[in-house]
């Protein structure tokens, strides 16, 4: 759920279909496409108050970055249908901060 939007940029973009349901494997070609720009990706146009539903595991999604001085907040919600399954560092670091 978007809480504020920055002065400028933090525009949503998603690939769909970048990898199936319960696949870890990524569509190395389709990656390459997209980060050197030759294909666009879709970008949504959420508002502060938006709530955006997507298994970020199947697509692809970004943000664009931001500029200005009025901060991108936003709360991520997630679940995990596994007991016991935790965050990986990477996801600990990017949301909270710090990893313990
Ligand atoms: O910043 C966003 O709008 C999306 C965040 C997200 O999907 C993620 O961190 O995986």
Redesign the pocket.
């Known amino acids: 759920m ?1 809480l504020q939007e920055p002065d400028e940029g ?1 525009i ?1 973009e998603y690939v769909r279909q970048a990898r199936p349901a319960n696949d870890a494997s990524e569509d190395a070609a389709l990656v390459k496409r997209v980060l050197s720009g030759e294909q666009k990706p879709e970008q949504a146009n ?1 508002r502060a108050g938006s709530v ?1 539903l ?1 298994r ?1 595991n199947e697509h692809l ?3 664009t970055p931001v500029h200005g001085v009025l901060p ?1 907040v ?1 709360a ?1 919600l997630s679940y995990e249908s596994t007991p016991g399954v935790t965050l990986n560092e990477y ?1 600990r670091l ?2 909270f901060g710090r990893c313990s």
Do not use: D, E, P, Q
């Open positions: 978007l933090g949503f959420v955006v997507i970020g999604h970004r943000v991108r936003l991520v996801t990017k949301f």
